[in-house]
C-alpha cells in the first residue's frame, strides 16, 4: 500500500489540520508516514502545499516525485490546478468549489470547474456549502477530507480518532462538528 | 522507548532536552524556528529550568552560548543560514577558545530561497571554521545525531555545527525516543584558565592545536559510524550523496537495491579512506549533495587530475537551487516522469501582507507623503513588510540584510539622496538597527526612519520582540532629539495626519524617526481568541 497526497490550498485554510489527520490515521493503521509542510513567507495569503506520504514501506524521500502523486487534495479549486505535474497517471484529484479570491486575476471560475471536470480522474465537492448545513462553516476541510477517504483507503474509524487526538483538547463540541462534517463528506462522494 | 511524530526540527529539540541541555539561544528565522519553539512549550525543559527565551540576534545568541559551554554546561544555538553570517565572529573565533561543555550550532540552510535572500551552504563557514559537521538525512538520525554530537563537542572540546535544510527542518516522521534524560553538566570552568582568551599569543597557540586535532576530527569521521559505505556490484559508477539528498537517491530505487557503490555522508571532515576506496574501485564519480557542491569541489580540486566526477559544477545536476527526487533520477539516468502541465489560466498567488495589517497603512501615507520626490529613495529591511515591494504598494527599493534599511538610508544620504528613508521592523531593529541609528546620529545625518512597532516578530510567527515597549526610550537613549521621534498610529482614518507628518520629518534636515505603533492582526487575533477560551 501506498498514497502519496499533496494537499493544497491558500495560506490559513487548514491543510495542516487535514495532513495531521491523515497522518495520525495512517500511523494508528500502522504504515509509515512521512509529511513535508511549508512555513515561513508563503504562509501569508500565498498558495500553500504539503507533501504527504504514506507506505507499508520505509518511505525514502520527504518530496513526492513529480508524476507520481496518487491524489491531490485541494481545498481550493485554482490552487488543485497548481500541482498537476505532480500526479501520476492513475492520480485523482479532490477539490472544493469556493475560491478563495485574495489576487485581482483571479480567473473565471467556471473555465476552472471545467478544466477540473475534464481530467481522467477528479471530484468537485461543494464543501463549504454542506459545511454551512450542517452550521459548522469552519469544518469545510473536514468534509474535504471525509470525501478523500475512500481514495485514500484507510478506515474512517481511524481518522474519527485523528480528530479526537487533534481537536479533543478543544472540546467534544468541536470534535463532534468536525466528524459530523467528515461523514458528511464521505455521503456526498458515496452517493 | 517512546514513538513520537517530529518535524526535524522538533526532533533536534527533542534530542537535545533528552541529552542533558542547559540552555538553547537563538534569533528566530525560518527554517530553524521550531528548535526553540518546541523547548519553550516542553513542560520537561521548564521543568528542568532549560533556558529558552529569545535573543535579540544570533551573534548575541551564540555569545551567549560559548559562555554556558564555558560554564561547563551543554548549550544549543539555533539560526538559519544567513543568522550564522551574523553570528560569524563569535563562531568562527569559537572553534579556536574551543568548548568546555557540550556546544552545538545549528543552522538551517533554505536552497532555492523559500524564506531568504539567498541559498548559502552553512558547510561552508563550518568548514572556513574548521569544526566538526554533522548533516542528519532524516529526523531519527537528526535526534540521534544530537546526543552524539554533545558527546563529540566534549571530547573533542570543540562546538560542533549541525547543519540541515528546509526539508529536513520542515517534514515530519517518526522517531523512537530515548526515555532516559541525561542528568545536566554542572558547572564547571575550564581547567586552563587562558582557554578563552583570544590574545594574539594564546590563540596562535590554540590555533595550532585547531589544525593539529583536525586529524582527530577526522579519525572521528571516519568511525562514528554515521559515514556510511555501501557496496554495489556495478562499478561503473559511485555514488557520494549527503544529507536530504541520500534520501532522493533512495526513492529512485524502489526496493532499495542500489547497484552501484554508495558512500553516504553525515558527518565531516570528509572520511578520506572512504572516499579513496571509492576512487579506486570505480570508473568514475557522482556526487549528489543539497546546497553547494561543497564535496565536489574537494573531490575535483582545481587541476581535476584523476578520474571523472560528475555533479552540480559539470552540469549533471543543476548548479542552484534545491534537488528533488526527479533531479537526482535524471542525474542517476532514470526518465523524468510528470503528470498535465499546469493550465495556463492558473493565476500566480504570492504571499501578501494579511486583511488589516498596520504595514498597509503606514506605507499607503509614506507613499502619498514621497510622492512629491523622485522615486527611489526608501531602503527597507527583513520582515512581513517587505512584501510591501509587491504590488499594489511597490513601496521599497532595497532588502538586503537585517538592519540595512537604515545604514543604506544613510550611504544614500550621505551620497547626496536627501530625503532618504529607512523602513525597519521593531525586532529587526533591536536585531541590527541600533548601532546603524547610532552612526546617522552621531553625523546628524539627514534620514527618516520608520520603525514599524506591530509588538512582534511577525514572519516567523509572531514570537516576542525584544523591542517591545523600548523603542522610544532606545532612540531617545541614542540621542535622537525628542521633538523629531514621532509615534504614529497607522490607521485608515489617521491616513491625513500621518502624512502630515511624514512630510514635516522628511523635510528635517537631520535624524528623524517615526513609530508606526499598532499591534500585528495575527497575533491580536491569537490573542482574542485566548481571551475568549477563558
Request: charged share 25%; aromatic share 6%; glycine share 8%.
Amino acid at each position: 500500500m501506498k498514497k502519496d497526497i499533496i494537499l493544497a490550498g491558500v495560506g490559513g485554510q487548514g491543510i495542516l489540520s487535514i495532513a495531521a489527520i491523515i497522518g495520525y490515521a495512517a500511523l494508528d493503521s500502522g504504515l509509515f508516514v512521512k509529511q513535508a509542510e511549508v512555513h515561513g513567507m508563503s504562509q501569508r495569503g500565498g498558495d500553500v502545499q504539503s507533501h504527504l506520504r504514506i507506505s507499508d514501506k520505509e518511505i525514502a524521500s520527504d518530496l513526492i516525485p513529480s508524476g507520481k502523486a496518487d491524489l491531490i487534495i485541494s481545498i481550493e479549486p485554482m490552487e488543485s490546478l497548481r500541482y498537476l505535474p505532480m500526479l501520476s497517471d492513475e492520480g485523482w484529484v479532490i477539490s472544493n468549489t469556493t475560491p478563495f479570491k485574495n489576487i485581482p486575476d483571479y480567473p473565471d471560475i467556471n473555465e476552472i470547474y471545467n478544466i477540473i471536470k475534464s481530467l481522467k480522474r477528479s471530484v468537485l465537492i461543494d464543501a463549504d456549502n454542506i459545511a454551512k448545513e450542517l452550521q459548522s462553516p469552519k469544518s469545510a476541510n473536514m468534509v474535504i477530507l471525509g470525501a478523500s477517504i475512500p481514495y485514500i483507503g484507510i478506515l474512517f474509524e481511524k481518522f474519527e480518532k485523528g480528530i479526537n487526538s487533534l481537536f479533543g483538547k478543544k472540546g467534544e463540541e468541536l470534535v463532534k462538528l468536525n466528524i459530523l462534517a467528515l461523514k458528511a463528506g464521505l455521503d456526498a462522494v458515496k452517493n | 522507548m517512546q514513538k513520537l511524530v517530529l518535524l526535524g526540527d522538533e526532533a533536534i529539540a527533542q534530542g537535545a532536552i533528552d541529552a542533558g541541555l542547559s540552555g538553547i539561544y537563538a534569533y528566530p528565522g525560518t527554517p530553524s524556528t521550531e528548535i526553540t519553539e518546541y523547548v519553550q512549550r516542553s513542560k520537561k525543559a521548564n521543568e528542568l529550568g532549560i533556558h529558552s527565551q529569545w535573543s535579540a540576534n544570533e551573534k548575541t545568541a551564540m555569545e551567549a552560548a560559548i559562555g554556558m559551554s564555558y560554564a561547563g554546561k551543554r548549550a544549543m544555538v539555533c539560526m538559519k543560514h544567513v543568522g550564522l553570517n551574523v553570528a560569524a565572529d563569535p563562531f568562527i573565533n569559537s572553534a579556536i577558545t574551543g568548548a568546555n561543555g557540550g556546544l552545538i550550532i545549528v543552522s538551517a540552510d533554505d536552497p532555492s530561497m523559500h524564506s531568504s535572500q539567498n541559498e548559502q551552504d552553512s558547510r561552508f563557514l563550518g568548514k572556513f571554521a574548521m569544526l566538526p559537521i554533522l548533516e542528519p538525512s532524516n529526523q531519527q538520525e537528526a535526534y540521534d545525531m544530537v546526543h552524539y554530537g554533545f558527546d563529540l563537542s566534549e571530547k573533542l572540546k570543540v562546538p560542533v555545527l549541525m547543519r540541515i535544510t528546509t526539508r529536513m527542518a520542515h517534514s515530519r516522521s517518526v522517531i523512537e525516543r530515548n526515555t532516559e534524560v541525561r542528568q545536566q553538566n554542572k558547572i564547571n570552568i575550564p581547567e586552563d584558565s587562558h582557554q578563552f582568551i583570544l590574545l594574539p599569543a594564546i590563540a596562535r597557540k590554540r590555533y595550532k592545536k585547531l589544525l593539529q586535532d583536525q586529524v582527530i576530527f577526522e579519525k572521528e569521521s571516519a568511525d562514528s559510524g554515521f559515514n556510511k559505505y555501501f557496496d554495489g556490484k556495478d562499478k561503473s559508477i559511485g555514488i557520494i550523496t549527503s544529507g536530504i539528498a541520500y534520501n532522493y537517491v533512495m526513492e529512485n530505487y524502489p526496493e532499495r537495491i542500489i547497484p552501484y557503490p554508495l558512500l553516504k555522508i553525515t558527518q565531516y571532515p570528509l572520511p578520506e579512506r572512504m572516499i579513496l576506496k571509492m576512487y579506486e574501485e570505480c570508473s568514475e564519480l557522482i556526487v549528489i549533495e543539497e546546497g553547494y557542491p561543497l564535496i565536489e569541489e574537494n573531490l575535483k580540486g582545481f587541476l581535476e587530475l584523476g578520474i571523472k566526477i560528475k555533479g552540480r559544477l559539470d552540469g549533471t545536476l543543476p548548479r542552484d537551487g534545491e534537488l528533488n527526487p526527479n533531479i537526482v533520477g535524471i542525474a542517476l539516468g532514470f526518465k523524468d516522469q510528470k503528470g498535465p502541465e499546469i493550465p495556463e489560466i492558473v493565476a500566480q498567488r504570492p504571499p501578501a501582507l494579511c486583511n488589516g495589517c498596520p504595514h498597509i497603512d503606514s506605507f499607503e501615507a509614506l507613499n502619498e507623503a514621497m510622492s512629491k520626490y523622485s522615486a527611489g529613495r526608501v531602503f527597507s529591511d527583513i520582515g512581513c513588510y517587505t512584501l510591501s515591494a509587491l504590488p499594489p504598494l511597490k513601496a521599497i527599493y532595497s532588502c538586503v540584510d537585517m538592519g540595512a534599511s537604515i545604514t543604506m538610508a544613510k550611504g544614500a544620504s550621505d551620497a547626496g539622496l536627501i530625503p532618504s528613508v529607512g523602513v525597519i521592523g521593531d525586532s529587526t531593529f533591536t536585531h541590527s538597527g541600533i548601532t546603524g541609528l547610532l552612526d546617522c546620529v552621531n553625523e546628524k545625518t539627514p534620514v527618516t526612519i520608520i520603525i514599524l512597532d506591530n509588538s512582534t516578530t511577525g514572519m516567523t510567527g509572531g514570537q516576542p520582540s525584544a523591542a517591545t515597549g523600548k523603542i522610544e526610550n532606545i532612540c531617545k537613549g541614542l540621542g535622537v532629539e525628542e521633538e523629531h521621534i514621532r509615534i504614529i498610529k497607522p490607521l485608515k482614518n489617521k491616513t491625513e495626519e500621518n502624512i502630515r507628518i511624514i512630510n514635516e520629518e522628511l523635510e528635517y534636515n537631520g535624524v528623524s524617526v517615526i513609530i508606526p505603533t499598532r499591534e500585528c492582526v495575527q497575533t491580536l487575533n491569537k490573542r482574542m481568541r485566548e481571551k475568549l477560551k477563558k
